[in-house]
């Protein structure tokens, strides 16, 4: 195996290596794992998508872990699902109970993971929008996104150094508006912008350590689906029966890219045309540092002369 190189040893030059990738850690894992259902582990799995999601993945035949804040409706899943699927009390806000549970959680299969929970804005344009409503929203839909990518992604990062582990997928739910904006929803458009951005990065990342072949990320845009945050759209079960497998079909090749549902009719084509972002875009092939010509100028300038044989 070549020589590990990370951003954080900076040698001379450090920079050039911003595209070097590990070897494979291994063949490209199977799409399902043999001979056990899938585990899936979802955010927010009381409401919304997130529910409709619970159901159809146990629908499927797979294990549903999920967690939320409201412990009430965590107690009713815990009854209407049973064994062998859990649900768990946890707030996505905060890192230490999301840290406590990817390792209780860890202690078993993990293959699918979905950041779902989230959070809307009142419509307010940018300069009149409340601070503090600003800050919960990034708080839940971005921070809450990158703790479980942080401490469930490493999850599904060790897991998958296992020879016979299925292809792991980390899903964050992001939004038509993580592809457009809107004056009236800054809040909410600035932090699935970010979702977006942070998905992407985390993909690079898998790339670059040899990991895309077993383990990928991708941001998703469910769609326009009726819910208790949306009034409009489509029926919440029908676009879960779409989405569940939509979901497990993601593959390597798919790893960093923008996808969305609208392949399935779930954006209408007016709204999609004011996508800065195109549905399905994908991962950039390289990573460049906007000072690499200087960078590489400076670096070469500071490398010493190698002698010659004369």
Known sequence: MAARLTLEDKPPGWFHWMNATMPPHGPASSPLPDGRPLVVFLTGCTSGLGRVLADEFRAMGHTVIGCARRADRIERMRADFGTPHA?????????????????????????????????????????????????????????????????????????????????????????????????????????????????????????????????????????????????????????????????????????GASMSMARLGYYPPRYLASWAIPDGMPLPDSVVHPFMEELEAEADAKEPAVPSDE
């Open 87 to 255: 649900f768990h009390v946890c707030d996505v806000t905060d890192e230490n109970a999301v840290a406590a549970l990817a390792l209780e959680v860890g202690r078993g299969h993990v293959d699918v993971v979905i950041a779902n929970a989230g959070i809307g804005t009142s419509s307010a344009l940018p300069w009149k929008a409340d601070s503090a409503e600003w800050r919960r929203v990034v708080d839940t839909n971005l921070n809450g996104v990158f703790y479980v990518d942080k401490h469930f992604g490493n999850l599904l990062v060790e897991q998958a150094k296992t020879a016979d582990a299925p292809l792991k997928r980390l899903v964050n739910l992001a939004s038509g508006f993580s592809h457009t904006t809107s004056h009236i929803n800054a809040g909410y458009c600035a932090s699935k912008w970010g979702v977006e951005a942070l998905s992407k990065a985390f993909a690079q990342g898998l790339r670059a350590e040899g990991l895309a072949n077993r383990v990928i990320c991708v941001p998703l845009a469910p769609g326009v689906v009726k819910s208790e945050f949306n009034q409009y759209g489509a029926d919440a079960g029908a676009w879960a029966r779409d989405a569940a497998p939509f979901i497990l079909d993601l593959s390597e090749k798919d790893n």
